[in-house]
Nanobody
Framework: QVQLVESGGGLVQAGDSLRLSCAASGRTFNPYAMGWFRQAPEKEREFVGHITWDIPTTFYADSVKGRFTISRDKAKNLMYLQMINLKPEDTALYSC????????????WGQGTQVTVSS
């Protein structure tokens, strides 16, 4: 069983930066990729970006491209989301999940960490 725990959220002002972490635990943790998602109040969950685990390649949603960067520390089972130039529309609950490869779905969602950006 894999558990994912997000941290690093908070209340910031527009233009500020923030770094989120996603810590994975569990003996079977060996993902194909790890992803970040967010959900604003009364909106559907939105894909933010992902990183492939073995050889780290990244992919981002257009809404965050150029402002958000995903990285990972494979030895520590940690994934990060560095966010710069935050905007009020980035306000959401940010969650991470793992993907086990082609034909699979995102799974083992964490509880999320709240990011609130004031204007």
């Amino acid at each position: 069983q894999v558990q994912l725990v997000e941290s690093g959220g908070g209340l910031v002002q527009a233009g500020d930066s923030l770094r989120l972490s996603c810590a994975a635990s569990g003996r079977t943790f060996n993902p194909y990729a790890m992803g970040w998602f967010r959900q604003a109040p009364e909106k559907e969950r939105e894909f933010v970006g992902h990183i492939t685990w073995d050889i780290p390649t990244t992919f981002y949603a257009d809404s965050v491209k150029g402002r958000f960067t995903i990285s990972r520390d494979k030895a520590k089972n940690l994934m990060y989301l560095q966010m710069i130039n935050l905007k009020p529309e980035d306000t959401a609950l940010y969650s991470c999940a793992q993907h086990l490869g082609p034909g699979q779905a995102w799974r083992d969602w964490g509880q999320g960490t709240q990011v609130t950006v004031s204007s």
